[in-house]
């Protein structure tokens, strides 16, 4: 079972490296069933939603209708908030989760996710200047 999970896991890194995200989206789903204590594979399947949530869409768009890309910015959120708290140090998906927060402009969750990303690496200098932006 943990076996196939760690393929699915490789095989969804290598659709989202070919930009098929959609493919990636769907095989990390299936490997974080089978290997549900893997934090990579949520920070991987929050990047992958990440993404697509920003993908060709406008932020005025967004929030209009209920959108796929809405769907996919919730389970980015929610993956890679999953994926920090399983693996406490990783400050990469605070990173993204900032990203997220500020390409729609909610500053002040931007603002909080480059702050706890910097207390678990504080030497990221293009994370403080985007943090300075913000305030």
């Not at 990579?40 to 920003?54: K, Q, R």
């Not at 999953?82 to 909610?106: I, Q, V």
Request: charged share 35%; hydrophobic share 40%; glycine share 4%.
């Amino acid at each position: 079972m943990k076996k196939e999970g760690i393929q699915l896991k490789e095989e969804a890194y290598q659709a989202a490296e070919k930009g098929d995200l959609h493919t990636a989206v769907e095989l990390y789903e299936k490997a974080s069933l089978l290997c549900s204590e893997d934090a990579d594979i949520f920070y991987y399947l929050g990047v992958a939603y990440g993404e697509l949530a920003l993908r060709d869409i406008s932020r005025e768009e967004l929030w209009e209708d209920k959108t796929d890309e809405e769907d996919y910015f919730e389970n980015a959120v929610k993956n890679l908030l999953k994926a920090a708290e399983m693996a406490p140090k990783n400050y990469h998906a605070w990173n993204n989760l900032g990203l997220l927060y500020k390409a729609l402009d909610w500053d002040d969750k931007a603002a909080e996710a480059f702050e706890r990303s910097l207390k678990i690496e504080p030497g990221q200098e293009d994370i403080m200047e985007m943090l300075n932006d913000l305030k």
